[in-house]
């Protein structure tokens, strides 16, 4: 069956880094475009940053580009978010999601809170 299983999250101070992963099954990935989203409390979930299937190409929200660099390895199934530079407004669970069509998969979840 379908998985995306987010991990690599943590507390981390303001200026640290992480970095995420999702590992993804039951799908044939690179066929897939691929994003990061996070959920602040109260908040929406919000887009941060995408990768698309083949051509990986890439894009960011404003407020983390130049921290974020967002990665994919089509032969191990796997989507990386680097996050460098980390601050508090960074704090939210992130997630994984990958589209293709019409489908839609989501993983569960990673917290990421940044403190000190």
């Known amino acids: 069956q379908v998985q995306l299983v987010e991990s690599g999250g943590g507390l981390v101070q303001p200026g640290g880094s992480l970095n995420l992963s999702c590992a993804a099954s039951?799908?044939?990935?690179?066929?897939?475009?691929m994003r990061w989203y996070r959920q602040a409390p109260g908040k929406e979930r919000a887009l941060v940053a995408g990768i698309t299937g083949f051509h990986q190409r890439r894009n960011y929200v404003d407020s983390v580009k130049g921290r974020f660099t967002i990665s994919r390895d089509n032969v191990k199934n796997m989507m990386y978010l680097q996050m460098n530079n980390l601050k508090s407004e960074d704090t939210a669970v992130y997630y994984c999601?990958?589209?293709?069509?019409?489908?839609?998969?989501w993983g569960q979840g990673t917290q990421v809170t940044v403190s000190s």
């Open positions: 999601k990958a589209t293709y069509g019409n489908l839609n998969y």
């Open positions: 039951g799908f044939i990935f690179s066929r897939f475009d």
